[in-house]
């Protein structure tokens, strides 16, 4: 009796699994098409040299991080300096041709007052006064212009991001706008390149997957270029907190090419045996050809290949 009393314990589980059954219907499943996905930078942008000159300090080099402003090298050209001596001394030179104006302004007009001197006179010593004044004001506004071109020797990142590209090298001579390094920022994003044929098949907003090294990510179709090159659709991407460590770097991609219909049943309902995988069909158990598994609401579906019809009862385990 022990043993028949065992061995219906062991078919009260199988009877009540038995009674989940699932019923065969054709469902819409995505294909996939694999490529490979270059990170990129949103914008790119060369810091560039404002003056030629020597670059006496670089500060950064590829896989700095940079803010915009931030200063990435020296520019220095030994002229400028000698411009503003001479300017310097002709500010002199003026000040005092215009210190020796205004005292023969002053001894003119004394002399007016005694009747000894002219007013014509008077009125050219007071031109001479202001020419030098003017000439004072002309000097000092050319000596701010040097000023400036010697402070436009600090190269600027001009956007907060990756120095992706340092092209230059301290103790090089630089010529105006020679660009010093290439600032990626922005954000990242991928760009693809898929075959002209699937063009037709993409959309804005369609969901892409990543094969990330962290696992499987998802990102979303953010725009499609109107121009083909090489045969191929360029499209970018938006994926977030991509990783920017590498820029440039190839990423595995699967992109929607379309949609078609087919057979599914939930994993666990696919059995393995001797190198051949089962369903149970009704009653009986079939030999059944596996397919993809596809994510559908959540549950891991096996797409059923051949073996399987629609309409059929499968039984779950």
């Known amino acids: 009796m022990r043993p028949l009393l065992l061995s219906l314990l062991l078919l009260i589980p199988l009877a009540a699994t038995a009674e989940t059954r699932y019923t065969v219907a054709p469902q819409a ?27 006496v300090e670089l ?17 220095v050209d030994d002229k400028l300096d000698f411009q503003l001596d001479a300017i310097d001394g002709q500010l002199q030179a003026l000040a005092s041709q215009l210190e020796n104006a205004r005292s023969e302004l002053v001894r003119g007009e004394e ?63 630089v010529m105006p706008g020679e660009a010093i390094a290439t600032i990626g920022g922005g954000g990242f994003f991928l760009r693809l390149a898929v075959p002209e044929r699937h063009a037709g098949m993409l959309a804005e907003g369609d969901r892409i997957e990543i094969a ?11 725009r499609l270029y109107p121009q083909i090159e090489n045969g191929r659709v360029i499209a970018d991407v938006a994926v977030p ?23 599914m049943v939930p994993e666990q309902a696919v059995s393995h045996r001797f190198g051949l995988d089962f369903l149970i069909v009704g009653d009986a158990e079939r030999v059944v ?4 598994t596809h994510e559908v609401d959540g549950v891991t579906m096996v797409e059923i290949l051949s073996g399987l019809t629609a309409g059929e ?3 779950l385990p």
């Open 29 to 55: 499943v995505t294909d996939w098409k694999a490529v490979y996905g270059r990170i990129e930078a949103q914008t790119r942008i060369p810091a560039r040299a404002r003056i030629g000159g020597t670059l």
């Open 59 to 75: 500060s950064v080099t590829e896989g700095d991080r940079v803010e915009a402003g931030d200063v990435i090298g020296r520019v």
């Open 111 to 173: 002399l007016l007052a005694r009747g000894v001197t002219t007013v014509q006179r008077l009125d050219v010593l007071r031109t001479q006064v202001e020419v030098y004044q003017n000439q004072i004001v002309a000097a000092t506004a050319e000596r701010q212009v040097v000023e400036q071109q010697a402070a436009e020797g600090a190269v600027l990142a001009p956007i907060a991001g990756l120095v992706l590209t340092v092209p230059a090298a301290a103790g090089a001579v």
């Open 212 to 222: 990330a090294p962290s696992g499987m990510a998802e990102g979303q179709l953010a």
């Open 241 to 263: 907190a991509l990783d920017d460590a590498f820029v440039d770097a190839r990423v595995p991609v699967r992109v929607p090419i379309g949609t078609r219909e087919a057979l």
């Open 289 to 292: 050809v596996p397919g993809q």
């Open 313 to 315: 009862i499968v039984v």
